[in-house]
T-cell receptor
């Protein structure tokens, strides 16, 4: 049973470039969440998606950040024109359903470094 | 106001001893879930234990147990018989059933670094 798969694990970008982070949820999971972890901090919710739908993007910066979860393929978190402050670990998590029961499984994270 | 508070930036414990990591939460939602995750130095987030707000008994998973005191709004993690491999960052998190919709998202605390000494 493959877990939540994220790639790339490490990504280096120069200021102004674009970063694309991919997440394949666990088999049978249709709910995907993206979180950001700045150095020395806890994870902060960014966005919650189901297939082809953004359900809650209340944690997403208003500009430069976007997320999608197409019918086929992985979920993508896209950061345009990256700045040094975007350097962080980006975690994807998936769950089978909703509600307050059940586990949320995390991927190993993608670590973005902006030079 | 902080929704999840972990007041211990760092904790030390002797191998084979038990340790309690504190977590208090704040919510007006009657239905919520509390989680603990472990983040070793390699960076991945490892799920440890879950407690639902309506669960009558404290959750246990092997050496991990959750001391859930609903009236005090605390959900402390107890690790029994600590091992060197338990050295890591530990995060407490809460998921609320937001306003009638059935989805939730996790709010994390700042974390506690646990160091297990031989």
């Amino acid at each position: 049973n493959a877990g939540v798969m994220q790639n790339p694990r490490h990504l280096v970008r120069r200021r102004g470039q674009e970063a694309r982070l991919r997440c394949s949820p666990m088999k049978g999971h249709s709910h995907v969440y993206w979180y950001r972890q700045l150095p020395e901090e806890g994870l902060k919710f960014m966005v919650y998606l189901q297939k082809e739908n953004i359900i809650d993007e209340s944690g997403m910066p208003k500009e430069r950040f976007s997320a999608e979860f197409p019918k086929e393929g992985p979920s993508i978190l896209r950061i345009q024109q990256v700045v040094r402050g975007d350097s962080a670990a980006y975690f994807c998590a998936s769950s089978r359903g909703t509600g307050t029961t059940g586990e949320l499984f995390f991927g190993e994270g993608s670590r973005l470094t902006v030079l | 106001a902080q929704k999840i508070t972990q007041t211990q930036p760092g904790m030390f414990v002797q191998e084979k001893e038990a340790v309690t990591l504190d977590c208090t939460y704040d919510t007006s939602d009657p239905s919520y879930g509390l989680f603990w995750y472990k983040q070793p130095s390699s960076g991945e987030m490892i799920f440890l234990i879950y407690q639902g707000s309506y669960d009558q008994q404290n959750a246990t998973e092997g050496r991990y147990s959750l001391n859930f005191q609903k009236a005090r709004k605390s959900a402390n993690l107890v690790i029994s018989a600590s091992q060197l491999g338990d050295s890591a960052m530990y995060f407490c998190a809460m998921r609320e059933a937001a306003g009638g919709t059935s989805y939730g998202k996790l709010t994390f605390g700042q974390g506690t670094i646990l160091t297990v000494h031989p």
